[in-house]
Structure formats: C-alpha cells, structure tokens
C-alpha cells in the first residue's frame, strides 16, 4: 500500500543529544500523527497535529505540520535511554474512513 | 487517553487449527477498528477496517475467509485466522478511533502469534 518517506531509517545518538526526523508526502494530508513503538508493543500516540503551519509540544517532543500539508518534522531534545524505539509518521487525508498511512519508521537507539 | 487492549497478547498453536484474537476499547465506544499485521523490522500493514454492526473491509491481498472480523459490539472486535499456517505466524495489532477523533487511532499492544 502507500507509504511515507520517512527519514532517517535510523539513528544512533550519544544521551543528551537531539534528535530530528521527518516525513513527506506527494499527497496533502489533514491530519499528522507521530507515533512510538517499543519492541513487542503496539504505537503509542505522541502528538497529533490537524492544522497546516501547527507546532505542538509534548514534554521534550515537538512536532510541526508542513505549511505545504506534505510534510512533517518530530523533533526530541535532549534524548534519554527510554526514547529507545521506532517512530512512525501517520497521515490521514480527512472523511470518515479513518484510514492511515503509516511511513517505515525511523529506529532510535540512544547511547548512555 | 483512550485505552486499547487485546487479548491473547501471544499465542502458539499447531498448523491448521484456528486462533481467535480479541481488541476491546476500554473506556471510549468505537464506531470503527482496525486490524494490522506487522513483519519484524517493518511497518504496520493495514488487513481490514471493521465497522460495528456491519461486514468489515479488506485491503487488496488480504483473504476474508482467512481472516475473519466480527465487530459485534462498540467496544469488541475479533480477528480469527483460520486453518493457521507457520505463514500467518506475525504480530497483529488492533486500534480504535473515537467518535470524536476519526483520524486518531489509538493501538492496542499487539498479539504474537506463532504456528508451528
């Protein structure tokens, strides 16, 4: 099925560093959705962003939808060990179908 | 938030023997759920889209008598994979949306299964 590019595949930071990754779309989306999975875990919601332009916090995460609708950043600062993980980009185009598009995830290993 | 749950959250069964998964919002009503299959390493791969009350919809590529959806009340939907085979062995994943939320699925934590 479709897909997002999302970059980078993966990371390897040193513990206190931050941390950027992106998503891009061909296609307009309404809705963004940053995503975390642990190994064995289903995602959990990070932040949902619905307007174009939008900047939204969640503790040391902040993510940003594009001003073009095609795009999407989830920036984390100052990383720790738990943020250990796989990030995945969603974006949903609007109605009531409620269907994502998910891009390849980004592998975030921390060194302590 | 909106909670998720699945249950078995890991199954081993023999070939050929069918498995029956549950997803149950836990404290929301949802309208729709969906099923996802997940290969290691990779991204979530959307099986179907199940509507309470009504027959579920399934991606290209994905058998309905293989995989079967019942979504009999607001908060339950099941995901049955018949006659098993160590092919179908995988990780599947349930979420929920909201009334309010349409486009925020919240994620259960997953059933691992394996068929030997």
């Known amino acids: 099925g479709q897909q997002l590019n999302q970059s980078p595949q993966s990371m390897f930071i040193q513990e206190g560093e931050d941390v950027s990754m992106n998503c891009t779309s061909s296609s307009i989306f309404n809705t963004w959705l940053w995503y975390k999975q642990d190994p064995g875990e289903g995602p959990v919601l990070l932040i949902a962003?619905?307007?174009?332009?939008e900047l939204t916090s969640n503790g040391r995460l902040t993510a940003q939808f594009g001003i073009t609708r095609k795009d999407s950043f989830l920036n984390i600062s100052a990383s720790i060990p738990s943020d250990v993980g796989i990030y995945f980009c969603a974006g949903h185009y609007g109605g009531s179908q409620g269907n994502l598009i998910f891009g390849k995830g980004t592998k975030l290993s921390v060194k302590p | 938030g909106a909670v998720v749950s699945q249950h078995p959250s890991r199954v081993i069964c023999k070939s050929g023997t069918s498995v029956k998964i549950e997803c149950r919002s836990l404290?929301?009503?949802?309208?729709?759920m969906f099923w996802y299959r997940q290969f290691p390493k990779k991204s979530l791969m959307l099986m179907a889209t199940s509507n309470e009350g009504s027959k579920a919809t399934y991606e290209q590529g994905v058998e309905k008598d293989k995989f079967l959806i019942n979504h009999a009340s607001l908060t339950l939907s099941t995901l049955t994979v018949t006659s098993a085979h160590p092919e179908d062995s995988s990780f599947y994943i349930c979420?929920?949306?909201?009334?309010?939320?349409?486009?925020?699925?919240?994620f259960g934590p997953g059933t691992r299964l394996l068929v030997l």
């Open positions: 404290d929301f009503q949802a309208t729709t």
């Open positions: 962003l619905y307007k174009a332009g």
């Open positions: 979420s929920a949306i909201t009334l309010a939320g349409l486009e925020t699925q919240y």
